[in-house]
């Protein structure tokens, strides 16, 4: 039981923090949407980045929740 509580942990743990990572490298990467030469592929890409954004932030949120909840429980 203590084994299976430890890779649960563990693999949240690991998940929570992929899922961190890849909101920071979306957060840091509107600087890339300036070289699109032009303004249509601009537009979809500015969008298509801040729904990733959405997406993965909440995910991050919902990883964080349950980790924290695993540890205070």
């Known amino acids: 039981m203590v084994t299976a509580w430890a890779l649960n942990a563990i693999g949240l ?3 929570t ?3 961190l990572l ?3 490298y979306l957060w840091a990467a509107p600087r890339f949407a300036q070289e699109i030469p032009s303004p249509g592929q601009r537009r979809a890409y ?3 980045q801040r729904l ?3 997406a993965v932030g909440l995910l991050s949120a919902w990883l964080i929740v349950q980790y924290v909840s695993l ?3």
């Open 17 to 19: 923090v992929g899922a």
């Open 22 to 24: 890849i909101f920071l």
């Open 71 to 73: 540890i205070v429980l």
């Open 46 to 48: 500015v969008r298509h």
């Open 52 to 54: 990733l954004m959405v």
């Open 13 to 15: 743990y690991v998940t």
